[in-house]
């Protein structure tokens, strides 16, 4: 540990957990001005849907029902008290949200006999009984197809490029018994229309069928079984190509790897018998057979182990590995060789599988791969209003095992013989460089590209972002990406140079490749993931994800103007030298657990003497970051985040008393309601004391969560705008409140990106 660095702080609760919940709302009752005749209306609805119910095909195999509520414009059924009050109603459980006046909901056919009950009751009677409930309802209908065939698919069908096959997802609360009957049903009805399931897999959001099928039988399948909840477009991985370099020479050493870090990648495969390699690999898996090319993940996996350095080591004649890998094979051959990637159920399956067996021993999951739909050369972009199906799983699978998942933007254009027109970096501002699924997972690092190397005839300077990295925002306007690394350059008119490219290990196993993409950015954030969770001990996810975010920094760039700068580089780059330790002007206080439903947390800091007691304007700056992992549910659409935390930063005042910061003398970063990052940013200068600050955390949720706690993680770092040679943040701690803080971890060595 070098002279300037000083050990994290760990935070501790001195207050215990608010034990107060808060209200859930509630309002007045909707008015209308005719009660009878909305009550003869939606009656009329209730008879004809359940009509509906008794003519599915799948009627008699399952026991719950599933239909469409419809509010006034104005309401918004993801918030807790209109979703619940309706759920109440209807005697069911909201399932679905396509729009925020708009819920799908379950209920039991037993259930939704009483319901249709009350119903008749509301227009039979002359005072309209019930009507204090019902009168929100504006209709009640069947789910129609065009809530649950996605825009994506519809679009590859109109536009003739539909591949044949579809991903059914049947509702989540169905029992393991409904599931064998409805996919029965699906194949006896696909049976006469050259259709048939191929393939399925347990998911978070349901049973996943991959399902062949003609275009004009998805309406139908659609409109015929109530159990389907989505229709989406099967999808394949697309992955960048790299360039043979020079041999590595006989001369070259390599150190024995005794590092206990560790990331999977789900890529190509990965070469064996390489002496580069071989020690840095914890297993080679292919669950769908034996890799196609393995250039790919053999390039990937060596940034992973020697990150961003391989050709100044390689001249220094030693190479130094510091991280390992374990290769999970998703593109293999058929039995004549032609390429063979995983889609769809198997993508899915291969990676949940593959983390519940590896949770325990790695925590690193690198995917430096994109989706595309079959016959589509653009790729699978995201959109504002929905998450995929392989991000949402994503999602899953980090909160349920404690996993962060490493993700790319995915490459622009997908394919080099289509180069925009526009300059460098003109191009950037066109909606289809926009970033690619599964990017848009809300709990995983997104990564993004910026150049390290730059020469007279390079399209992009060193640190401005790379020409084919892409853009922002995510789901929602949401920030994405999340951070940058180093993943290449392009000469003029979009020339590969290899003195501007990424340099990593090539297939064969003894030559260096050299290539420019995201995919190669990704492995260097992956690493330095791996390496955080093996410093720190007991890290969780939320901790690392917040603490690579906080370290980051955007550059400034003459070419970008700074909204542009944020949708092509999220938070920034990390700066390795504040991921483990702090210095004497800047102090980290660490803190992770878990809050629980609608509950406040209030942790207290300490704020020394040594940046109060002295003359002259800014004298301290607070920032922080805040990483948490929601319950996350993709038929909510928009409401996918089912929680938000919100902070408060509370000060001592002259009169030594606890001040709120308010609102409007905040300068915070980032604060996207329901995200999963928030950042903060002030420097005070007047009208503060020493002594114990609080940051306040709360939890607020727009409905019933299944798992009431939710993860989080604050980084908070005191600073000295000034670096006053005079100021030791630490050790000023250390002196007034001796023995009040653990140190989190102390390391000789820095990480290297």
Not at 638 to 643: E, W
Request: charged residues 25%; glycine residues 6%; aromatic residues 8%.
């Amino acid at each position: 540990m070098s002279d300037e660095s000083r050990p994290h702080l760990k935070l501790s609760e001195h207050k215990p957990l608010e034990d107060r919940i808060f209200s859930g709302g509630g309002g007045g009752s909707y008015q209308r001005t005719e009660y009878k005749q909305h009550a003869n209306r939606i009656f009329k609805e209730a008879q004809i849907l359940n009509q509906f119910f008794e003519k599915s095909v799948d009627h008699e195999t399952i026991k719950k029902r599933y239909f469409r509520i419809e509010l006034p414009e104005e309401t918004n059924i993801l918030a807790s008290s209109e979703g619940k009050k309706i759920s109440d109603t209807v005697l069911g459980n909201l399932v679905g949200a396509p729009a925020k006046n708009i819920g799908h909901f379950s209920t039991l056919e037993t259930s939704f006999s009483a319901l249709l009950e009350q119903i008749k009751t509301y227009n039979d009677s002359d005072t309209q009984v019930g009507k204090s409930k019902f009168a929100p309802i504006e209709n009640i209908s069947s789910i129609p197809e065009k809530e649950k065939i996605s825009i994506e698919l519809e679009n590859l069908i109109q536009n003739k490029k539909y591949s044949g096959e579809i991903l059914i997802t049947l509702f989540s609360d169905l029992s393991r018994e409904e599931q064998e009957g409805i996919k029965k049903s699906i194949n006896l009805y696909l049976l006469h229309k050259e259709g048939k399931i191929i393939g399925e897999v347990d998911t978070s959001q349901g049973k996943l069928l991959r399902v062949k099928a003609k275009p004009e039988s998805i309406s139908d399948l659609a409109k015929q079984f109530i159990s389907i909840q989505s229709i989406d477009p099967i999808e394949e991985v697309i992955i960048e190509s790299s360039r043979k370099g020079e041999k590595i020479e006989d001369q070259v050493t390599v150190m024995p790897n005794e590092s206990k870090a560790s990331v999977c990648i789900f890529d190509s495969g990965v070469t064996k018998s390489s002496r580069f390699l071989d020690g840095s690999i914890i297993g080679y898996e292919e669950p769908i057979g034996p890799p196609h090319n393995n250039d790919h993940g053999t390039f990937v996996a060596s940034r992973i182990i020697y990150g961003n350095s391989l050709r100044d080591s390689i001249s220094k004649g030693q190479l130094n590995p510091d991280t390992k890998v374990l290769s999970v094979c998703m593109i293999s051959h058929d039995e004549i060789g032609n390429r063979r990637p995983a889609r769809g159920d198997e993508f899915l399956k291969i990676i949940r599988d593959t983390v519940e067996r590896w949770h325990q021993k790695i925590k690193v999951y690198n995917i430096s791969m994109n989706l595309t739909n079959p016959n589509v050369q653009e790729g699978a972009i995201i959109t504002d209003d929905s998450v995929g199906g392989v991000a949402a799983e994503i999602d899953s699978l980090s909160r349920k095992y404690n996993v962060l998942f490493i993700l790319t933007t995915g490459n622009y254009p997908v394919n080099l013989t289509n180069i925009p027109a526009e300059p460098y970096p003109d191009y950037f501002h066109k909606d289809d460089n926009r970033m690619l699924r599964p990017g848009e997972a809300m709990l995983a690092l997104t990564v993004g590209s910026v150049a390290d190397r730059e020469n007279e005839g390079s399209m992009a300077k060193s640190n401005a972002p790379s020409p084919f990295t892409r853009k922002g925002p995510g789901f929602n306007t949401y920030r994405k990406p999340d951070l940058v690394a180093q993943g290449g350059n392009f000469a003029n008119n979009w020339r590969e140079f290899d003195e501007l490219s990424v340099a990593g290990i090539g297939s064969g196993g003894d030559h260096l490749s050299y290539g420019n993409g995201t995919s190669f950015a990704a492995p260097l954030i992956s690493r330095l993931a791996a390496q955080t969770f093996e410093y720190i001990e007991n890290a969780t996810p939320e901790l690392v994800r917040a603490l690579l975010i906080h370290s980051a920094s955007l550059a400034e760039s003459e070419s970008f103007d700074s909204e542009m700068a944020q949708k092509l580089m999220g938070n920034g780059l990390p700066d390795t030298t504040k991921l483990l330790t702090s210095d004497r002007w800047n102090q980290n206080y660490i803190y992770q657990g878990v809050i629980g439903y609608r509950k406040i947390i209030k942790i207290p800091f300490y704020v020394p003497n040594v940046l109060i007691n002295r003359k002259g304007t800014d004298i301290i700056r607070i920032r922080f970051t805040l990483a948490f992992s929601p319950e996350t549910n993709r038929t909510l659409k928009t409401g996918y985040c089912k929680s938000h935390l919100r902070t408060q930063l509370s000060k001592l005042n002259k009169d030594n008393i606890l001040t709120p910061i308010g609102s409007d003398e905040t300068n915070e970063v980032l604060k996207d309601r329901y995200s999963t990052v928030i950042r903060y940013d002030k420097t005070f200068s007047r009208g503060t004391a020493a002594g114990d600050w609080e940051i306040l955390i709360e939890q607020q949720s727009r409905w019933t969560l299944s798992e009431t706690d939710t993860p989080f993680a604050i980084v908070l770092t005191i600073s000295d705008p000034r670096n006053d040679a005079s100021v030791d943040i630490y050790n000023a701690i250390q002196s007034e409140v001796p023995n009040k803080y653990e140190n989190i971890v102390t390391v000789k060595e820095r990480l290297k990106i």
